[in-house]
T-cell receptor, first 114, second 112 residues
Framework: NAGVTQTPKFQVLKTGQSMTLQCAQDMNHEYMSWYRQDPGMGLRLIHYSVGAGITDQGEVPNGYNVSRSTTEDFPLRLLSAAPSQTSVYFC?????????????FGEGSWLTVV | RKEVEQDPGPFNVPEGATVAFNCTYSNSASQSFFWYRQDCRKEPKLLMSVYSSGNEDGRFTAQLNRASQYISLLIRDSKLSDSATYLCAVNKEVTNAGKSTFGDGTTLTVKP
């Protein structure tokens, strides 16, 4: 019963390095999203996807790329890490269309950029 | 001004108390509204959807006031296990497509 799986759970990067946060869901959900959550704050939408091959920008997309080549996977790429990208990253998914409102979040990826 | 605003608290209440949280939103085109619960260092989990007619789930009651653009969450008979951060979320779509705008959360601590 995996649900939404994020890897890695913890990562320390040096400024300027690139990396990919992985997100996979096994529920055949069409909608997937990436959020970041800074300390004491709510979640802010980075990118989202309504299906394989379709992605769009959210509120804070700068410095991040996404792709959706399969229904299951929605990786988030940091192109050149900056200290301002230190945050907790949550991937989320839900079934497409109007069937229900439950969004399932992964357990989060804690990223520190030094 | 933030699009979605919540009183950050913290709210410290004794067991058995009734506590209410409000959340205001600025975009009058918002269509759907939700409350999430987030435990420390955990992912958010959907607590309730919020409808104009109001909805209740056990000790939890959610209300939407479109005219004043706020939603509320009422917790009756608070339990120690209710201690968490409560996030409100607002969508421009009728359904919860995962493109939510979140408030910063209200922290609740229920004490014995």
């Amino acid at each position: 019963n995996a649900g939404v799986t994020q890897t890695p759970k913890f990562q320390v990067l040096k400024t300027g390095q690139s990396m990919t946060l992985q997100c996979a869901q096994d529920m055949n959900h069409e909608y997937m999203s990436w959020y970041r959550q800074d300390p004491g704050m709510g979640l802010r939408l980075i990118h989202y996807s309504v299906g394989a091959g379709i992605t769009d920008q959210g509120e804070v997309p700068n410095g991040y790329n996404v792709s959706r080549s399969t229904t299951e996977d929605f990786p988030l790429r940091l192109l050149s890490a900056a200290p301002s990208q230190t945050s907790v990253y949550f991937c989320a998914s839900r079934v497409g269309g109007s069937s229900g409102n439950t969004i399932y979040f992964g357990e989060g990826s804690w990223l520190t950029v030094v | 001004r933030k699009e979605v605003e919540q009183d950050p608290g913290p709210f410290n209440v004794p067991e058995g108390a009734t506590v209410a949280f409000n959340c205001t939103y600025s975009n009058s085109a918002s269509q759907s509204f939700f409350w999430y619960r987030q435990d420390c260092r955990k992912e958010p989990k959907l607590l309730m959807s919020v409808y104009s007619s109001g909805n209740e789930d056990g000790r939890f009651t959610a209300q939407l006031n479109r005219a004043s653009q706020y939603i509320s969450l009422l917790i009756r008979d608070s339990k120690l296990s209710d201690s968490a951060t409560y996030l409100c979320a607002v969508n421009k779509e009728v359904t919860n497509a995962g493109k939510s705008t979140f408030g910063d959360g209200t922290t609740l601590t229920v004490k014995p």
